[in-house]
């Protein structure tokens, strides 16, 4: 019953938009024929005294009203086209780039229209204002960089979002890319927005698009809170018995990823049979509340034991 609830909802959606589909095309239908002359409209305000300044205005508005109308039927039938070929019903990289072009273009059309509104050439403003617009454009150069760099990272397939990423120090979700930054939620739940610019210049690891979705748990012990790698193995894996049906066998492994002088990191991993992000944040909080007990414990055992008497070595006073 709920499954034919929602397929009526979709249907009753769809059919709406269908509905307004159609009654922007007929509206564009309008206009395009104001605006060549097809329909003659002049006779609604021809005893009026500045008819000279509606027909103006009238022609502009027409003008400008096509061009974002005509923008909006691009941007849905591109998007319909790639959905219908790519089996696409949410949003990817290739739908939020084509919003962020239909956005910029949107804007660039209303600030045209605005000044043609006043009498006043855009090609014209620009030729006699270029010394105060080579300066805007020096003074917002990361802002036009940080667009470049979201719009090249929105057509591209390395950064997707629901990719899980670690970009410099910060490692997390993607929920959003947009022209100026990236979205990334961590483990925390905090949301955290790196600018295009940073993305783009630092080292980006996306465990997402590797073949083997191997989850990994990076973690510092102290050398005297480690017995062997083996028996801090053992005893991390059966802390994770309750999720032995979620994780693939024989998919466990802790690595000594690098030895200092008085710690060792480590990255303890495995394999989930299925991605799950909430999932792993269960298995990393059990993870980590094992290494506190093991790190307490032995940190008991160690001030149980007495320090050695100093003694007078040979040779000495």
Same mark, same amino acid.
Request: aromatic share 12%; hydrophobic share 45%.
């Given at each position: 019953m709920?499954?034919?609830?929602i397929?009526? #909802?979709r249907? $009753?959606d769809l059919?709406m938009?269908?509905?307004?589909?159609?009654?922007?095309m007929? /509206?564009?239908?309008?206009?395009?024929a104001?605006r060549?002359?097809?329909?003659d409209v002049?006779?609604?305000y021809?005893d009026?005294?500045?008819?000279?300044?509606?027909?103006?205005y009238?022609t502009t508005l027409?003008?400008?009203?096509i061009?974002?109308?005509l923008?909006d039927?691009?941007?849905?039938?591109?998007?319909?086209?790639?959905r219908r070929?790519?089996?696409v019903?949410?949003?990817?990289?290739?739908?939020i780039?084509?919003?962020? !072009? #239909?956005s910029l273009l949107l804007?660039?059309?209303?600030v045209?229209?605005t000044?043609?509104l006043?009498?006043?050439?855009?090609r014209e403003?620009?030729t006699s204002?270029s010394i105060?617009?080579a300066?805007?454009?020096?003074l917002?150069?990361? #802002?036009i960089s940080?667009?470049?760099?979201?719009?090249?990272?929105?057509f591209?397939?390395?950064?997707? /979002?629901?990719d899980?990423?670690s !970009?410099?120090?910060?490692?997390g979700k993607?929920t959003?890319?947009t022209l100026?930054? !990236?979205h990334l939620?961590?483990?925390d739940?905090?949301?955290?927005y790196?600018?295009?610019?940073?993305v783009?210049?630092?080292e980006?690891?996306? #465990?997402?698009? =590797?073949?083997?979705k =191997?989850?990994?748990?990076?973690f510092? !012990?102290?050398l %005297?809170?480690l +017995?062997?790698?083996?028996?801090l193995?053992r005893s991390?894996?059966e802390?994770?018995s309750?999720f032995?049906e979620?994780i693939?066998?024989?998919s466990?492994?802790?690595?000594v990823?690098?030895? %200092? %002088?008085?710690y060792?990191?480590m +990255?303890?991993q495995?394999?989930?049979?299925?991605?799950?992000?909430?999932?792993e944040?269960?298995?990393r909080?059990r $993870?980590i509340r094992?290494?506190v007990? /093991?790190?307490?414990e032995?940190?008991?055992?160690a001030?149980?034991i007495?320090?050695l008497?100093?003694a007078?070595?040979?040779?000495h006073?």
């Amino acid at each position: 019953m709920f499954l034919f609830q929602i397929a009526g #909802y979709r249907k $009753t959606d769809l059919s709406m938009k269908y509905v307004v589909l159609l009654f922007k095309m007929l /509206i564009f239908g309008s206009l395009v024929a104001i605006r060549l002359g097809e329909w003659d409209v002049s006779y609604l305000y021809a005893d009026l005294k500045y008819h000279n300044s509606i027909d103006y205005y009238l022609t502009t508005l027409s003008s400008v009203a096509i061009f974002l109308m005509l923008l909006d039927f691009v941007q849905f039938f591109t998007i319909w086209w790639y959905r219908r070929r790519h089996r696409v019903w949410g949003s990817d990289n290739f739908i939020i780039g084509v919003g962020h !072009i #239909y956005s910029l273009l949107l804007v660039i059309g209303v600030v045209v229209g605005t000044l043609s509104l006043f009498r006043i050439h855009a090609r014209e403003l620009f030729t006699s204002l270029s010394i105060i617009f080579a300066g805007i454009a020096i003074l917002t150069k990361d #802002y036009i960089s940080n667009m470049i760099n979201g719009m090249i990272m929105t057509f591209s397939s390395q950064l997707s /979002i629901g990719d899980n990423v670690s !970009i410099g120090t910060h490692r997390g979700k993607i929920t959003d890319i947009t022209l100026q930054n !990236i979205h990334l939620l961590n483990d925390d739940d905090d949301m955290i927005y790196i600018p295009n610019n940073i993305v783009m210049n630092s080292e980006v690891v996306n #465990y997402t698009k =590797r073949e083997i979705k =191997r989850t990994s748990i990076d973690f510092e !012990i102290d050398l %005297k809170h480690l +017995k062997t790698v083996e028996e801090l193995e053992r005893s991390l894996i059966e802390v994770l018995s309750p999720f032995q049906e979620l994780i693939k066998p024989d998919s466990y492994y802790l690595r000594v990823a690098e030895v %200092k %002088k008085e710690y060792v990191v480590m +990255k303890f991993q495995y394999i989930l049979k299925e991605p799950n992000k909430d999932l792993e944040r269960q298995i990393r909080r059990r $993870t980590i509340r094992r290494l506190v007990e /093991i790190i307490s414990e032995r940190e008991k055992i160690a001030d149980q034991i007495p320090d050695l008497p100093d003694a007078d070595l040979p040779g000495h006073a």
